[in-house]
Structure formats: structure tokens, C-alpha cells
């Protein structure tokens, strides 16, 4: 069993950067790929971004391309999400999942362990 612990989220201003942290116990963190989704109020959880195992590919949804990067650090046993050049809709509650079974899914469905969340939120 994977425990996963997001934190680093708060209020931002409207170009301003913000770096989440997911923090994993319980598991073999070095053989997961990892996943970032986040939630808007009204709207379905939409990927954010993944990485595979060994940190060495990495994807992102369209709309964030060239502003976040994921990373992962296999001895802290930590991935993270750099934001910048913030938006307001990139406001949400953003979580990390992790995955021993599939090769850097975007379905949510496919990601065996969740963390609780961490809000994002950005002025204008």
C-alpha cells in the first residue's frame, strides 16, 4: 500500500509560480510512474502531467506545455510540479496518483493510489 502526500499549494498572483511536492511511504516509489491531475469546482478531474519510473520521459496536457514540468526524485522518494507563469485557470485542487501497472496513463482510472489533494488557486 502507497500513502501519497501532496503539499506546496496556496494563493498566487496571475503570473507567479507555485512548486508542489507529493511525498510517497509504503511502497516501492522508485517502480511507479507518477501522474498529476487537479480539479476545478464544476469540472472533471483532468490530467496534468506524468512521469515514468526513472524520470527519464515525461508528458504534459496541452495547456501547460512549456509552463509546468514534472520531476521526480526516486532517493526522497518525492515527484514534483513545477508551476510557472501562472494562470487562473489553473486554479484547482491538484493531486498526485501513482501507478506499478501502466506506462505514464492520462485516464485517472488507471492510477492504483491518490493523494488528497492540494489547492492551487490564482488571482487575476
Known amino acids: 500500500q502507497v500513502q501519497l502526500v501532496e503539499s506546496g499549494g496556496g494563493l498566487v498572483q496571475a503570473g507567479g509560480s507555485l512548486r508542489l511536492s507529493c511525498a510517497a511511504s509504503?511502497?516501492?516509489?522508485?517502480?511507479?510512474?507518477m501522474g498529476w491531475f487537479r480539479q476545478a469546482p464544476g469540472k472533471e478531474r483532468e490530467f496534468v502531467a506524468a512521469?515514468?519510473?526513472?524520470?527519464?520521459?515525461?508528458s504534459y496536457t496541452d495547456s501547460v506545455k512549456g509552463r509546468f514540468t514534472i520531476s521526480k526524485d526516486n532517493e526522497k522518494n518525492t515527484v514534483f510540479l513545477q508551476m510557472n507563469s501562472l494562470k487562473p485557470e489553473d486554479t484547482a485542487v491538484y493531486s498526485c496518483?501513482?501507478?506499478?501497472?501502466?506506462?505514464?496513463?492520462?485516464?485517472?482510472?488507471?492510477?492504483?493510489?491518490w493523494g488528497q489533494g492540494t489547492q492551487v488557486t490564482v488571482s487575476s
Open positions: 512521469i515514468n519510473w526513472s524520470g527519464t520521459r515525461t
Open positions: 496518483a501513482a501507478t506499478g501497472r501502466y506506462f505514464m496513463p492520462v485516464r485517472a482510472s488507471l492510477y492504483d493510489y
Open positions: 509504503g511502497g516501492t516509489f522508485s517502480s511507479y510512474d
